[in-house]
């Protein structure tokens, strides 16, 4: 599902405003999901978000909502792994 066919969009930290990017291709370049570190997915996320709302970008919008997923298993990913870190810690206390 989030494996790339096309050639990857070049990445930059300019954002061209007159392009709409594709969300998932613009993160994971030509790497499977799996590929991608989740603190890479989710700082990339956040820059992307941030120059969408604040209109220094577009994203092609079907393929923003269609690649929520993407955020969503590297957040669960995150979360897990702070519950199991903090966990740790009490372990440590108790």
Same mark, same amino acid.
Do not use: C, Q, S
């Given at each position: 599902?989030?494996?790339?066919?096309?050639?990857?969009?070049?990445?930059?930290?300019? #954002?061209?405003?007159?392009?709409? #990017?594709?969300?998932?291709?613009?993160?994971?370049? +030509?790497?499977?999901?799996?590929?991608?570190? +989740?603190?890479?997915? @989710?700082?990339?996320?956040?820059?992307? /978000? #941030?120059?969408?709302?604040?209109?220094?970008?577009?994203?092609?919008?079907?393929?923003?909502?269609?690649?929520?997923?993407?955020? #969503?298993?590297? /957040?669960?990913?995150?979360?897990?792994?702070?519950?199991?870190? @903090?966990?740790? @810690?009490?372990?440590?206390?108790?």
């Amino acid at each position: 599902m989030f494996r790339r066919h096309a050639p990857a969009e070049e990445p930059t930290r300019e #954002l061209d405003p007159d392009r709409e #990017l594709n969300f998932a291709r613009t993160i994971l370049k +030509d790497r499977a999901f799996r590929e991608v570190p +989740d603190d890479e997915v @989710l700082r990339e996320a956040e820059r992307l /978000l #941030l120059a969408w709302m604040t209109n220094e970008t577009k994203l092609e919008r079907p393929k923003l909502y269609d690649h929520y997923a993407l955020i #969503l298993v590297a /957040l669960l990913r995150k979360n897990r792994e702070l519950e199991e870190r @903090l966990a740790a @810690l009490e372990g440590r206390r108790g």
